[in-house]
């Protein structure tokens, strides 16, 4: 059975940073296309970072959303099967609950997803 378990999400102020962390059990996250998605009230859940599954030849892509680009890191620790969020300079419009999960994402793998909030 797979479990996502998201955290790190927390309140912060406009212009700072956090890591979110995602923990995977039941699933190598070294082999599937992985995502970052968020979903702020009274709006659909979006994709806003990928990372896709490394390859010999053409290593490890990353993806952003332009709003996050420049901004957001997403990245991958395949030792301890972890997923991380890096995320700086953050704005109000960054609030919203974060999750992980495949890309296209699967429905059974949802978690609780962590809440960042953005605000002064």
């Known amino acids: 059975q797979v479990q996502l378990v998201e955290s790190g999400g927390g309140l912060v102020q406009p212009g700072g940073s956090l890591r979110l962390s995602c923990a995977a059990s039941g699933l190598s996250l070294r082999a599937y296309f992985m995502g970052w998605y968020r979903q ?3 709006q659909q859940r979006e994709l806003v970072a990928s990372i896709t599954r490394g390859t010999i ?9 332009d709003s996050v680009k420049g901004r957001f890191t997403i ?16 704005k109000p419009e960054d609030t919203a609950v974060y999750y992980c999960n495949t890309v296209p ?16």
């Open 40 to 42: 702020a009230p009274g």
């Open 57 to 65: 030849i053409r290593g490890t892509i990353t993806n952003y959303v």
């Open 75 to 90: 990245s991958r620790d395949s030792g301890k099967n972890l997923l991380y969020l890096q995320m700086n300079s953050l």
């Open 105 to 120: 994402s699967r429905e059974e793998y949802w978690g609780q997803g962590t809440q960042v909030t953005v605000s002064s």
